[in-house]
């Protein structure tokens, strides 16, 4: 079974920078694409970023392209994302997700593993 925890989210004024991270539990990271989505209060879940595990390849939503960067660690299981220029409007509950990367897999698709989130707070 597979288990996400994210952490490293908090409170940051406009124009700084934070960084997440999202532990995977269960076998064969390696196997799995991750992604990280946003939901603020009231609005959609939405996608943010998106990377697969067997070609590396990433997938950012227009909204961050440029200032964040994902990336993972296949030896620590872990997937990460590396926010900078924040604004206000990126205040939300950050979660991972994960998709085994069977023939079908999009970035953008359904994932079937979800963290907890956390929480994104970008002061004007």
């Known amino acids: 079974q597979v288990q996400l925890v994210e952490s490293g989210g908090g409170l940051v004024q406009a124009g700084g920078s934070l960084s997440l991270s999202c532990v995977f539990s269960?076998?064969?990271?390696?196997?799995?694409?991750m992604a990280w989505f946003r939901q603020a209060p009231g609005k959609e879940r939405e996608y943010v970023a998106g990377?697969?595990?067997?070609?590396?390849?990433?997938d950012y939503a227009d909204s961050v392209k440029g200032r964040f960067t994902i990336s993972r660690d296949n030896a620590k299981k872990t997937l990460y994302l590396q926010m900078k220029t924040l604004e206000p409007e990126d205040t939300a509950v950050y979660s991972c997700?994960?998709?085994?990367?069977?023939?079908?897999?999009?970035?953008?698709?359904?994932?079937?593993?979800w963290g907890q989130g956390t929480q994104v707070t970008v002061s004007s």
């Open positions: 997700a994960a998709e085994i990367e069977s023939y079908d897999y999009t970035f953008r698709g359904n994932y079937d593993y």
């Open positions: 269960g076998r064969h990271f390696i196997s799995y694409g």
């Open positions: 990377m697969s595990g067997s070609t590396g390849r990433t």
